[in-house]
């Protein structure tokens, strides 16, 4: 009973031991810089909004607000220019929102009026915000679908390396049958009892009858790796072996219990050596995700340029339009002047010219139209909006039309804290060093444990006795046993190393080039913004003056004291003004997109979950109000 107990005990400490060492292990394979994990995990979760007015420094002005500094030359650039005193109480064409037909600015000593919505829309025009543009983008844009099937291939990296450590049940079953002819087996000494028996002494030659042999041998067990680099196996084989010769017949009956580990002491040994390729993968997996989500930020970003784009085009097709009119309601009042005798006929011969100039100018501008909605639709790919349709996409959100002095350092800061490119280029480096201690580990010589324990029982009658002698533990079969390999150069694993050393030194100083380059974006993209805020202030002020100046030219050719092509040029100052506000505004909005790209942001309140399901990982839009 004691010889029983006590084997049941070495099999039960063995188990115990051999679970032990496995569900410990599930819990190294993960990554071991769990910062770095938390900031992953922390950055996916946060919205992707810009707070430009928490970054920016107040007061905070509108272009109302600023322009009359603008004027009175306040500003830090040192530029100037004459106050301006507009009397005329009408200009026409002062435009300053893109989305809008040609209105008509009342001056009186004040600025004009803010960006207005179009009077008069196409019959198939639809009005777009940027929130819908990024809804449609988010849902629809190939570019960004093809991003998301990333993250399901990375994930089945991390299965792949997983699945190494997957326990292995197996079962063997085995018949065999032998039909053995007669043998001579060995020479045997007859030894008698009386020293004078004619047989003592004597020497022959022992023959084996024939005989016939079945073996039946059976066994099943569990083979478990470790992630220590070891294995254990478990099995218990069962065999029947049956002997006739001469008519007699045996039979035996076998079982034993076996148990046996294998742990390697070096090289291959240790957990952190074995799950390498695990936490490899999820570095992977999670700088895959990281990029994934840059190029959603990446495809908002392209439509909402592109959004601008249209915005702009929009209004320079309503300043060519509104050149257009202008310059035919000139040729009708010159047709009229002169049908009349107060001009001479010449002038209609140039206000012919400049309605020519101006309607070529229209049917670029058209065409120009055209080719951006292609652009804007190509990105938003919704089913409603073909490529070709007669469908007009309209700007419908105001742009932002407010200066912002943004804390330098401040942005920056952000932008080292938040970008996602810098992120990813840290999960590769803790990729890279995990490569380099698991070959570092391989440059270690092969040392090999070997431990094996059975408990064998045996039977003539039947398997139930067998297992009996295996439980009682009254046979044991045991053995412990070492291997080792140590190669001559290892010049092999020794290069493998030094390359890998070598890629990780590589990866810091681009990473040190990244930090450099996002330092030099955020200062180029607050430039080009205080540019693009200052060209709107100089452009608006230039289509007053222009206004005025038109104003007074066609009061003067009324009065004989200019000619049709002198007030053609002053039409023609005005249109390029308002082009010039026009892509001025434009391109200021596109500043603050730049700007929040170089953060790794976008702007305004619009975030991007990167939501995680079984298998699957999808880009969840969440729009806020904008």
């Given amino acids: 009973m004691m010889k029983r107990f006590s084997t049941y005990r070495r099999s039960r400490a063995a188990w115990l031991l051999a679970s032990l060492l496995t569900g410990c292990s599930y819990y190294f394979d993960t990554a071991p810089d769990r910062h770095l994990a938390r900031r992953v995990e922390e950055r996916m979760q946060s919205e992707e909004g810009l707070p430009v007015e928490q970054l920016s420094k107040p007061p905070q002005l509108s272009v109302e607000q600023a322009l009359p500094k603008f004027r009175e030359g306040r500003l830090q650039t040192g530029r100037t220019l004459p106050p301006v005193k507009p009397v005329l109480s009408k200009v026409e064409g002062a435009v300053t929102s893109p989305s809008a037909t040609l ?178 993968a999820r570095y992977e997996q999670q700088a895959v995700d990281v990029r994934t989500r840059l190029q ?177 533990g009254n046979y044991a079969d045991w053995s412990v046993g070492m291997r080792m390999e140590i190669p001559l150069t290892n010049e092999l694993r020794k290069a493998q190393l030094d390359r890998a050393v070598q890629d990780r030194m590589q990866r810091l100083t681009t990473q040190q080039l990244r930090e450099l380059s996002v330092r030099r974006e955020i200062y180029d993209a607050l430039d080009q913004l205080e540019q693009n805020w200052q060209r709107i202030l100089a452009a608006r002020q230039n289509v007053l003056l222009a206004g005025l100046n038109y104003d007074a030219e066609l009061k003067q050719f009324r009065e004989g004291l200019r000619t049709m092509t002198e007030v053609l040029e002053t039409l023609t100052r005005l249109g390029e003004a308002q082009l010039r506000e026009v892509r001025a505004i434009g391109d200021y909005q596109v500043s603050l997109i730049d700007l929040a790209f170089a953060t790794g942001t976008l702007l305004g309140h619009s975030r991007v979950d990167l939501g995680a399901a079984v298998g699957e990982r999808v880009a969840k839009p969440t729009l806020m109000r904008p």
Avoid: C
């Fill in 296 to 472: 959603t930020i990446r495809v908002l970003a392209t439509v909402e340029r592109s959004y601008w784009g249209l915005y702009i085009v929009w209004g320079e097709l309503d300043v060519r339009r509104q050149q257009y009119e202008n310059a035919a309601d000139n040729l009708a009042m010159v047709k009229k002047r002169v049908a009349e005798g107060l001009t001479a006929a010449v002038e209609i011969n140039r206000a012919e010219i400049g309605v020519a100039e101006r309607l070529e100018a229209l049917i670029i501008a058209e065409t120009t139209l055209k080719i951006r909605q292609r652009q804007l639709k190509l990105l938003l790919n919704d089913p409603g909006l073909d490529l070709d349709s007669p469908t007009v996409l309209i700007p419908e959100t105001t742009p932002t039309l407010v200066e912002f002095k943004f804390d330098r350092k401040q942005l920056v800061q952000h932008a080292l804290e938040g970008r996602l490119d810098l992120l990813e280029l840290e999960l590769k480096l803790a990729a890279d060093l995990t490569k380099i201690d698991y070959l570092s580990n391989q440059t270690l010589p092969m040392f090999m444990l070997d431990y094996s324990y059975a408990s064998p029982g045996r039977d003539p009658s039947s398997y139930g006795g067998a297992l009996d002698q295996t439980i009682s």
């Fill in 103 to 280: 209105r008509t600015a009342k001056v009186e000593g004040a600025d004009s009026p803010p960006a207005s919505p179009p009077k008069a829309q196409p019959e198939a025009g639809k009005q777009l915000s940027i929130a819908e543009a990024r809804a449609l983008a988010l849902e629809n844009n190939l570019d960004l679908k093809i991003a998301l099937v990333d993250p399901k291939i990375a994930a089945t990296a991390v299965s792949q390396e997983q699945a190494k450590f997957d326990d292995l049940i197996f079962a063997r079953a085995k018949y065999s049958s032998k039909h053995l002819p007669p043998d001579i087996t060995e020479i045997d000494k007859f030894v008698a009892a009386d020293p004078n028996s004619p047989l003592a002494g004597q020497e022959a030659l022992r023959v084996d009858s024939e005989q016939k042999k079945e073996f039946l041998d059976f066994d099943a067990g569990i083979s478990i790796p470790l992630r220590t680099g070891g294995k254990i196996t478990l099995i218990a084989p069962l065999d029947e072996k049956a002997v006739r010769k001469k008519g007699l017949q045996a039979e035996q009956y076998g079982a034993a219990l076996r148990f046996s580990i294998s742990q390697p002491l070096l090289r291959d040994g240790g957990i952190d050596t074995n799950v390498a390729g695990i936490r490899i």
